[in-house]
């Protein structure tokens, strides 16, 4: 399994995956610009290292050593210094970065220090930003479309994101993320902030011909609420209409969604069908009624989705 994405949107994706499967991939997104990654990449030149490490975070096994690494590598430092705000993980992630001068090496390293159930990659060698085209920025011309610039300002944007694109245009990719795409099953997209974690990974060329390509089946899980400025407004079905104007050439064989957020299951199921899927509902959900994924029950759909095969 191949899982793209990135923040808590692949979290989730990861800890009920690797609840279904022992080889478990994550591509990752790179154009993180804010918090302790943000600093780290505009002071060292380094990828960011944030979202890269809940991933792997996710991939800690359920026993003591487990639990133990998952927490040490997500604790952030409270001081009055320098050092406030910095995740132990991401300082960890940099160091093997420094010492080995290999970003994909690196993370195998710590992977094995965590005893993760699976890989952790970037989906590009390079840093990247985000660009977005927003509509409405300014609420007295809510016709008017402007350009927004980094994966923080995108995500609280008071617009209306529209299209996206990346700099550097057309990066490269990670070979072993493209090995991988190539080498998978299954590839899940989602959940996530479709805008700066999903569609990401479509945009750069060679992980993107990699994804149409594949004889993987393809899975899109979709999110249990919008997201303010990336998606106010989404119906369930916006949310494929969007992917599928990013990256047209992209089928999907199964679409995965919780019925208790899909408000017209008709449009949806078309949706899905013009790419070329299927709709599967199923209760997903956390049980206090957050918009976050039951890891155990996200795991029995795509279990069940795995072992159904694409028809």
Request: glycine residues 10%.
């Amino acid at each position: 399994m191949v899982a793209l994405g990135g923040g808590h949107g692949l979290y989730a994706s990861l800890s009920a995956l690797r609840r279904v499967t022992t080889d478990v991939t994550a591509v990752v997104t790179v154009a993180d610009d804010g918090g302790s990654s943000g600093r780290l990449r505009r002071e060292l030149g380094v990828l960011p290292p944030g979202d890269l490490r809940m991933a792997l975070a996710a991939l800690c096994g359920d026993d003591e050593w487990g639990h133990t690494w998952s927490e040490v590598i997500q604790h952030r430092f409270r001081s009055e210094g320098e050092l406030h705000g910095h995740a132990v993980g991401n300082l960890l992630i940099v160091a093997l970065w420094e010492l080995l001068g290999d970003s994909v090496a690196g993370l195998d390293w710590v992977g094995q220090l965590l005893g993760a159930h699976g890989r952790v990659l970037p989906m590009s060698s390079v840093p990247l930003d985000i660009v977005a085209e927003v509509q409405g920025v300014d609420p007295a011309r809510p016709a008017e479309v402007s350009t927004v610039r980094g994966q923080v300002a995108c995500a609280s944007t008071r617009g209306r994101v529209r299209s996206i694109s990346l700099v550097p245009e057309a990066p490269p990719a990670s070979p072993q993320a493209v090995k991988a795409v190539l080498e998978a099953d299954w590839v899940v997209f989602g959940p996530g902030s479709w805008f700066t974690s999903v569609l990401p990974h479509l945009l750069v060329p060679e992980l993107a011909d990699a994804l149409v390509r594949t004889p993987a089946r393809r899975v899109v899980a979709l999110n249990l609420s919008p997201q303010r400025g990336e998606t106010d407004g989404f119906a369930a079905h916006t949310y494929l209409e969007v992917l599928a104007a990013h990256a047209p050439r992209l089928g999907v064989d199964v679409v995965l969604a919780d019925p208790g957020v899909v408000e017209d299951t008709r449009s949806l199921r078309g949706a899905a069908e013009r790419l070329g899927g299927r709709l599967v509902l199923a209760d997903v959900a956390a049980a206090d009624g957050s918009p976050r994924h039951d890891p155990d029950l996200l795991a029995a759909a795509f279990d069940g989705i795995f072992r159904s095969g694409p028809d």
